[in-house]
């Protein structure tokens, strides 16, 4: 049986595709308590990426014709990407643990061969102390990496360092 | 609730990997740590539903507004199928792509070749229930870029999908056959598995080719299946 095909950066030019609508997941009149999340990914340099496109899926609240679960959003010239979405619940995890509440991130650019996968979490959210990824991140520093912090009203931030210093978790799925 | 079936790890060397350095743009944009593990939960092993009610297509780049654009037209068509061999139905195709003189109707793009304002750049079809999917669209011209000294980037087509999961997420670029440029783009070359990498070459078909009008090619991609057991966490 064939492996699956090899990935190919998405280049500088995959805003022909773009539709800014769809960084707000709430646009088809999803019901809960909705959130801004934002970030800057920035480089090995921490200069700002400004041609990254930036993907969420969440898996709660569970996809519908009012929420479609996945967004997707370019970044500035500040590197900064922006969601509307709503505030996911814990999800179940493997066996019988409970996951932290968290949308799933994949950072896809010129300069990346493929997607990088990581995850937002929220900041003050008791699971965080027994979800099972967060646990398995030994060092708190670079965990810290993975957690949203409030940045205003209903917004939350989460910056991507790409490289070096402060580099964001990224996960292997 | 038993735990969700995880997909399988990618084949050694049919990927490339994010330190790439004859590829520039990587040098500083490749993370440093390897990347940490994560069982697949449902938050991977699910993904987004895409509909073309809601999400119209748009299979034939080659005219706006009833006027044909320039260049040659070709059809693209193929089968997208996971690792098992399986169809994947309904699943949203996008591309994207320079026109025939090289040049992608993007404000980023300054190369000093005409747009052509009857060509649509990007597109957008769902596979039928055996997963196959076709476009008509224009051959995309090669393009300068800066990476190394002369460089040019082969003739391609972006393509982007989903599959069922978050976890099948590929995009990729898909070449043309004896395309003398392929021997020195280091992005294709990034894949370091050579029968990896010929499989984003496009086949010329004849049974795709549509006589008197368009040539044909086949450009088949296989997403990521599922473990055939559960492993363990």
């Known amino acids: ?164 210093e402060g580099e964001t978790v990224f996960l292997d799925v | 609730m038993s735990d969700p079936i995880p997909f399988r790890p990618y084949a050694p060397g049919t990927q490339p990997p994010y330190d790439a350095p004859a590829y520039l743009g990587t040098i500083k944009r490749h993370p440093k740590q390897r990347l940490h593990p994560l069982p697949h939960t449902v938050t991977e092993t699910t993904g987004p539903r895409f509909t073309a009610d809601r999400f119209a297509p748009l299979a034939d780049l080659t005219m706006v507004t009833g006027k044909p654009a320039l260049g040659e037209r070709i059809i693209v068509a193929g089968t997208i199928t996971d690792e098992d061999g399986r169809p994947v139905p309904h699943t949203m195709v996008e591309i994207w792509q320079a026109n025939a003189t090289g040049r992608y109707n993007h404000p980023s793009d300054q190369h000093d070749a005409p747009l052509d304002p009857n060509f649509h750049g990007a597109g957008r079809v769902f596979t039928d229930e055996n997963g196959r999917y076709r476009f008509l669209t224009i051959r995309p011209g090669a393009y300068p870029w800066p990476n190394h000294r002369n460089a040019w980037r082969p003739n391609h087509i972006h393509f982007s999908y989903f599959g069922p999961a978050f976890a099948t997420r590929l995009v990729t670029q898909m070449y043309f056959p004896g395309d003398p440029l392929l021997a020195f783009d280091p992005i294709f070359h990034a894949v370091p598995d050579e029968h990896a990498r010929h499989r984003l070459v496009a086949v010329f078909d004849l049974d795709v080719t549509e006589p008197d009008y368009a040539l044909g090619y086949r450009f088949d991609v296989v997403l990521r299946g599922r473990s055939a057991t559960p492993m363990g966490h």
């Open chain 1, 1 to 164: 049986m064939a492996n699956t095909t090899a990935s190919q950066t998405i280049g500088p030019y995959w805003h022909l595709l773009e539709d800014a609508s769809w960084a707000d997941l709430t646009r088809f009149g999803a019901e809960g308590a909705k959130i801004t999340l934002t970030g800057a990914v920035l480089d090995g340099d921490g200069k700002p990426c400004p041609d990254a496109c930036v993907e969420i899926w969440q898996s709660d609240p569970p996809a519908s014709d009012r929420f479609p679960g996945f967004g997707r959003s370019n970044t500035d010239s500040a590197g900064m990407y922006r969601f509307t979405t709503v505030m996911p619940g814990p999800v179940a995890g493997r066996g019988n643990a409970q996951q932290a509440p968290h949308i799933a991130i994949c950072i896809l650019s010129r300069g990346l061969m493929r997607g990088l996968v990581t995850r937002a979490y929220f900041q003050g959210q008791t699971l965080n102390d027994s979800d099972p990824l967060l646990l398995s991140i030994e060092e708190p520093a670079r965990r810290a990496t993975l957690i949203a912090r409030p940045a205003g009203e209903a917004t939350w931030r989460m910056d991507v360092r790409l490289q070096g």
